[in-house]
């Protein structure tokens, strides 16, 4: 059986797509069709159930995925290792958020430019704009906190993250932390909140796990960097939920003040994302166990 048409096959497998697929192995997606038409003539069997959007496996299919996916993945890892040793040069493109990027990621990748990679990062506060260049081809790994579905990906758990509501001190002295334990975000009606975006993704997923209601009022304050978030706080424009690992330092010196201390901390999980089959690639894989073992100490 043609490699050929096997790698395609498990290229469409993962993708779910003709035109997804031939993105990603750079062909047209007439000849992915080809290909996939040609090997199911040589299977006698169909390999895809054609949909409106993208294609879903047959039993077949599935079967035979299963089945060639780990060899070709095996011979792509050779492959990549010969390279490798011919001293070819590997570039790691990386996507998410800047904050968790520039702070996190970056510094932790930071060992692979001495063994012959280069870096490029792209910023993209969204997880779903960062999952579609993924999925194009267009970057090699997403941190993201959106776990994503389908076979295309392959998600793993990176490590946790504790948000806190904080202010300055001088809005943190108005409240009166009795009555926002007993009574919940009342006692903070009048302070000013800071966001990163207009749907207030950070409060209100603290509000519902510590206060268990939405936000009463919009944000006076919307900074699409959470640096920024912190910068604004620091400088008195009102309260905000911010990770713990951006904001502790300030915490520390004092420049701002954890307004709540609940028992269960809100949490948020993070996600290195790659698409299926590519930690075969050594340079990946390199960059995957570096961020894994980093992460163990955050």
Known sequence: MDLTLLRTFVAVHRAGS????????????PAVTSQIRTLERQLGR???????????PTAVGDE????????????????????????????LHVAGPPEFLGLRVLPALAPLVGQGHTLRATLHP???????????????????TARPRGGLFTATALCDEEHVLVAAPYWAALVDRDRLREEGPAALDGIPLVEVHESLPLATRYWAAVF???????????????????????AGAGLAVIPRYLCQDALDSGRIVALSEPAVPPLRTWFLVVRAG???LAHLARAHELLLRAAAHW
């Open 126 to 144: 969204g997880a779903e704009e960062a999952l579609d260049g993924l999925a194009a081809g267009h970057h090699d790994l997403v941190a993201t």
């Open 64 to 91: 035979l995925a299963h089945k060639a996916a780990p060899h070709l993945d095996a011979l792509l890892r050779i492959t990549e290792t010969e390279r490798e040793s011919a001293g070819a040069l590997r570039t």
């Open 212 to 234: 268990e209601v939405p936000p009463a009022s919009a944000a006076t304050v919307v900074a699409p960097d959470l640096r920024a978030v912190l910068e604004c706080v620091q």
């Open 46 to 56: 169909p390999l895809f159930h054609r949909r409106a959007r993208g294609v879903t």
């Open 18 to 29: 003709f035109t997804r697929a031939a993105a990603l192995l750079g062909l047209s997606q």
């Open 278 to 280: 590519s930690l075969a």
